[in-house]
């Protein structure tokens, strides 16, 4: 029986106007940068800005277009919305090498910054690939949904923000069966692609979705697993005597393996190169404590 204290939120992608008020909300309420300068973000022929989340960047709304295969409706516009999930079945809180990520009661899937070591294995495991680098402070950065609102009786600023009440927000029960009840009503205007995500994709989501054109068209996987790493470190964890050298080839394979839903590749070279000396000497702590704890067994 699941916990019924746990919240989420539902998108209903069928009557989100794409007007961004959410994207606004998210980066005023966390004090997110972005930039400001004329003509500083290219244009990239979409209305979709910026492209795709980075570390100063927790939500966007994608854009897309469709033959929709009917004549009286030639194309379909295809808004939809990338952030955090929450799963359930988190890889990145299982994959966490300093313990920053973390999951609450309610099924947000929440995280220390303080105790981020900029590792980067949440990124190589999440099959959404969600988290992102932060190249200013070497951490990581994604959607909380606004823990700190929720916790003050509130809820998620993009939430309150949203005018056409594509965004709804409470107990996961009421907004799988909001959820529901929309997809009937779209089936029965014709949509017959409609489709609830989320209710048990990665064990159950607390982000869940109205995909009105199925989820294939949002870009979203069918059946997402956490990536390879997972097991990849399982296996480095368990040998004696592993230093940092190990734990980087094993990341270096699992990002080979984890390729598919991913759409920026970040090596760990490159990852390497923005920690600083007390994340070195952190993660270098983390792996000695993992090479002990195996000579133990």
Request: hydrophobic content about 35%; charged content about 25%; some cysteine.
């Amino acid at each position: 029986m699941r916990n019924s204290k746990e919240v989420a939120m539902l998108f209903d992608s069928s009557h989100c106007t794409g007007c961004k008020g959410c994207q606004v909300a998210c980066k005023q309420w966390n004090l997110l940068p972005s930039k400001t300068g004329l003509n500083e973000n290219e244009f990239t022929g979409s209305y979709q800005s910026p492209a795709n989340l980075n570390g100063n960047t927790r939500l966007i709304q994608t854009f897309d277009e469709k033959h929709s295969g009917d004549k009286l409706r030639p194309i379909n516009m295809i808004i939809g919305r990338r952030s955090c999930f929450h799963c359930t079945d988190a890889g990145c809180v299982a994959i966490c090498s300093s313990g920053a990520l973390y999951k609450k009661e309610n099924g947000v899937v929440a995280f220390d910054t303080e105790k981020c070591n900029g590792c980067t294995f949440c990124q190589s495991a999440c099959p959404f690939d969600v988290p992102r680098f932060r190249e200013t402070d070497g951490r990581i950065d994604k959607c909380t949904l606004c823990i700190d609102r929720l916790e003050e009786g509130g809820v998620p600023a993009c939430v309150k923000t949203c005018q056409p009440e594509a965004l709804k927000f409470g107990s996961r029960e009421e907004m799988i069966r909001i959820g529901k009840e929309r997809v009937a009503f779209l089936k029965a205007k014709g949509f017959d692609k409609a489709e609830l995500y989320g209710e048990t994709e990665m064990g159950g989501l607390h982000i869940l979705q109205v995909c009105q054109f199925g989820h294939e068209a949002y870009g979203l996987p069918t059946n997402p697993q956490p990536k390879a790493i997972l097991n990849t470190i399982d296996t480095v964890k368990t040998v004696t005597g592993v230093g940092v050298a190990g734990v980087v080839a094993a990341l270096a394979a699992s990002l080979i393996a984890g390729r598919g839903y991913r759409r920026d590749q970040v090596t760990i070279e490159e990852a390497k190169q923005h920690w600083t000396p007390e994340q070195r000497a952190k993660a270098d702590a983390e792996v000695e404590a993992l090479r002990r704890e195996a000579d133990k067994q």
